[in-house]
């Protein structure tokens, strides 16, 4: 999970869905809940410009917990900026 980029969110009208770019330059669209990655890590929510991914960590005592890790969409200084309709 941590080799992959978050590149877009695809609002849809049942449910977002993202599309994430490998280090090989492969796509990869997800939707909530689905697993990726070695980790198995979950997909929890797609937002507008950030997709929540819960992963299954086992601590020292061998106790399972749940960590979530926010991956935001990068947004270049040079995209261009909608301004709102009147």
């Known amino acids: ?3 992959l980029q ?7 009208t049942d449910k977002n869905r ?6 090989d ?3 990869h669209i997800v939707n909530e ?11 929890s929510h797609i937002l ?4 929540i991914i819960t992963e299954k960590t086992i601590n020292y005592l061998g106790e399972e917990a749940l960590t979530e890790k926010i991956i935001s ?3 270049s200084e040079d ?8």
């Open 6 to 12: 978050l590149r877009a969110i695809l609002k849809g």
């Open 48 to 51: 507008n410009t950030e997709v």
């Open 73 to 75: 969409l990068e947004v």
């Open 1 to 3: 999970i941590e080799q």
């Open 25 to 27: 330059g492969k796509t």
């Open 79 to 86: 995209a261009p900026t909608r301004t709102p309709r009147r």
């Open 18 to 23: 993202a599309m994430f770019e490998d280090p």
């Open 33 to 43: 809940g689905m697993i990726m990655g070695r980790e198995k890590a979950s997909v």
